[in-house]
T-cell receptor
């Protein structure tokens, strides 16, 4: 069964600290993996998109990694800011007919001063 | 110059009514989507249109009907609204289907409350 699981479900960190969010998936055949940031009351915003051959991609203070062998991805946030408080959603696309894609339930991150 | 816009932002209605949510994108994209986000923040795709043709139709009730008059618009019509339809509905677009690496752009969402 194609699934995407994220951990932790929620996380609270101090401003300035680093953190890492996890995404494990069982989607097959794999096409790509995306990380989104969703602020409260807004639509998700794309952070990174990674294909099978990519194992690291950065977007400012956000760095995503992908291990296609173990079917794991992580999103590392460096020097967190209050504005990083949001939900982070992992989405995996399958490359079969219909281009199905599967959403994780998200990690809610709260950055406190 | 919002890329993906939705109207209305909030919609409060009685059970049994019929309502529509409109979506427009000015990015020149070929593919548009409708998502439902429930109270637990879980996003679930409902429909996808590529060049005005339905590509993905997840197992949603047939009370929900997407209508795409042209590539820039994908409206969502809901008949006989039920309490369980209360959620935030997001429209999105991308240059092509998500099997590619095209970025997907989301609208601001429409919060639907059924009383």
């Amino acid at each position: 069964k194609n699934q995407v699981e994220q951990s932790p479900q929620s996380l609270i960190i101090l401003e300035g600290k680093n953190c890492t969010l996890q995404c494990n998936y069982t989607v097959s055949p794999f096409s790509n993996l995306r990380w989104y940031k969703q602020d409260t009351g807004r639509g998700p915003v794309s952070l990174t998109i990674m294909t099978f051959s990519e194992n690291t991609k950065s977007n400012g203070r956000y760095t995503a990694t992908l291990d296609a062998d173990t079917k794991q991805s992580s999103l590392h946030i460096t020097a967190s800011q209050l504005s990083d408080s949001a939900s982070y959603i992992c989405v995996v696309s399958a490359s079969n007919t219909g281009n199905q894609f599967y959403f994780g339930t998200g990690t809610s991150l709260t950055v406190i001063p | 110059d919002t890329a993906v816009s939705q109207t209305p932002k909030y919609l409060v209605t009685q059970m049994g009514n019929d309502k529509s949510i409109k979506c427009e994108q000015n990015l020149g994209h070929d593919t548009m989507y409708w998502y439902k986000q429930d109270s637990k923040k879980f996003l679930k795709i409902m429909f996808s249109y590529n060049n005005k043709e339905l590509i993905i139709n997840e197992t949603v009730p047939n009370r929900f009907s997407p209508k795409s008059p042209d590539k820039a618009h994908l409206n969502l019509h809901i008949n006989s609204l039920e309490l369980g339809d209360s959620a935030v509905y997001f429209c999105a677009s991308s240059r092509s289907l998500l099997g590619s690496t095209d970025t997907q752009y989301f609208g601001p969402g429409t919060r639907l409350t059924v009383l």
